[in-house]
């Protein structure tokens, strides 16, 4: 909602040069472009928003999310340390940390802040979904608890119950000296890195060819780089890449999962496993908390692997077989959503909805719902709304109309048709106030506000404003709280114009209004002096 109010504003606050207003509206276009997948224009936006305002908690976080997402660990370890400074128990800041840590290969750090974050906020899910891959990686790295004796000897002092003493930092920014000191441990074996880098190892060769192109390599890009750099760069990232692969999963910890596995693949791909609900939930299970936890790569890894082997049994074998594979096509979809490959999403949703037409409504509206979802990030509104408005006698529960209510609101909005826009707005606001969800009750009366006053009804828009100000607050939602305060400023100004328009108006008409009675006293006066 914050990016929908702000993009209207952001050209007019820029010409005023005035530094009120900007700091929100920058926190929004990151946010925005970082959902968009544009890291490094997300990184700029939340960047000059800091220099407005020095040390945000937010502003610091968003940051760091995009530098982990460009594979920049070490930038995004110190951001989530700033946003720390001021208050240790923030929990977003926490988790940041965390991953940072556990993207930078150092497991056993990141698991203390896991288990931090999780001590303060048990309900937020991405703390126990760290927890359990960073166990795993140190597993896979050390072996199993069973298998290794850990003798209590040395400083354990950073173990301590003591949430306020944090662990030693300056081994941390030790370790990260390290790594900036010296490259990245390469295994030896081409044979390993070619197993480590799977399909990116013939990108690795390539580039190393390329760099041997002498001509070539002493170009420029159109931004000035200097080719060569930017060739040794991806190079290194992805033997940075290697390392880490190695450190959270090595080569003997594949090789016993694959002893661990049926001798055979062929069977395991045309015969069930003793129980498969059990082995399908467990799947299920793992695709999701993948992707929940920002790894899409490997959740679409993991679900196109079960697909096969469902693929592979026969009927007997399972007998909603049809549903799983949907199921599985929308994991896929999603996943390849976050990867940011919209067709092949769009071409697994569709395939979902194909199979759930046959007597399945609950997953009929989950792959409406995707389709409208892909096509709504594409900026095909008109698409995104004919999918939409079919899962509307589909919906089930306050919560899931308040959503889709509001989604198709937006649509109409961005294609200006701004009375189909109120219309769902009002709906999705009836919703929210059912489920007296604050958060939704904010984005509702904003859609619902907005088109209001493109409709020029101000006196209906500052009411709508004004309520989803009072819920920003109730939230304490300051990037909202600001974002709204500017738009209702501006819905007042307008209707102050239009009241002042009125009153002259009013004047004008009084004013003819004496000038008309003076006019016909003069002429019955004239006309008696006439007769006379």
Known sequence: YTHTIQLKHTKKMATEKTPKGIFSTLMADGYWLY??????????????????????????????????KMGEPENALKDAEASLKEDKSFFEGLYQKAEALYYMGEFEFALVFYHRGKKLRPQVQEFRLGIQKAQEAIENSVG?????????????????????????????QHLTKERKQKPPKIPKSEKTTKQLLGEFYSDKKYLENLLKDEDLVKGKMKGGEKLQDVIQNSLTYL?????????????????????????????????????????????????NAELTSGNAKCSLKKAEEVMKMVQGWSDKDI?????????????????????GNMD???????????????????????????????????GQFLQAIEFWEKK?????????????????????????????????????????????????????????????FKLGN????????ERALTHARVQEDNSAMNAIQKALDEAKQQLQMISDQRNDIKDVDLKLAVHIIVLKFIHSFILKRFVT
């Open 35 to 68: 959902l968009k997948g544009e890291y490094k224009k997300a990184i700029d936006s939340f960047t000059t928003a800091l220099t407005l305002k020095p040390g945000d908690k937010s502003g610091l976080v968003g940051r760091s999310r995009c530098y982990l």
């Open 144 to 172: 199993s608890p069973t298998s290794v004796k850990l003798e209590i000897k040395g400083d354990l002092s950073f173990l301590q119950k003591d949430e306020e003493r944090a662990p030693p930092i300056t081994a941390i």
């Open 239 to 287: 033997d940075t890449c290697t390392e880490f692969w190695n450190q959270e999963k090595p080569l003997c910890a594949r090789d016993k999962e694959r002893k661990l596995m049926p001798q055979t693949r062929s069977k395991s791909h045309h015969t069930a496993p003793p129980d498969p609900a059990q082995f399908l939930l467990k799947a299920l299970k793992d695709i």
């Open 319 to 339: 007998s909603n077989k049809k549903e799983i594979i949907g199921n599985l096509h929308s994991c896929i979809g999603n996943a390849l959503i976050d990867l």
């Open 344 to 378: 092949k999403a769009l071409e697994h949703h569709q395939k979902d909805l194909e199979l759930a037409k046959h007597k399945l409504p609950e997953a009929m509206s989950r792959a409406l719902d995707n389709i409208g979802r892909v096509y709504a990030q594409l």
């Open 392 to 452: 509307v006698p589909l919906l089930r529960g306050g919560l899931e109309k308040t959503w889709l209510f509001h989604e198709l609101g937006w649509c109409y909005l961005e294609l200006n048709r701004h009375k189909e826009s109120r219309d769902y707005g009002l709906r999705s606001l009836a919703a929210a106030e059912e489920i007296a969800d604050e958060k939704w009750l904010i984005n509702t009366n904003v859609l619902v506000a907005q088109s209001e």
């Open 458 to 465: 101000f006196e209906s828009c500052v009411s709508h404003f």
